[in-house]
């Protein structure tokens, strides 16, 4: 399968990437280490993970983040990347 990251997650990527870089040198690289580690765990687990408002949700393994991603046909859409730490209600707006 493809794994296509859409433009508001990228933009989620680069707010983490910007809020970890700011408290720790270096800790921003980690973070989009790990987060594109997770998305590329979708190639052997997609679909696998519990459905949260239409869409499904992998929890990251080392940060406090959700993706939210759908399958469609043989490609994987990568639509948001959320700091799990927000306003719940926040979090549904955004989805």
Known sequence: MKIKILEEAEKDIAIGMSFYESQKDGLGKYFLDSIVSDIESLHIYAG??????DYF?????????????????????????????????RLEKRL
């Open 48 to 53: 696998i993970h519990i459905v949260v408002a």
């Open 57 to 89: 949700r992998l929890l990251s393994k080392r940060f406090p983040f959700s993706i939210y991603y759908k399958i469609n046909d043989d490609v994987i859409y990568i639509y948001a990347i959320l700091d799990c730490r927000q306003n719940p209600n």
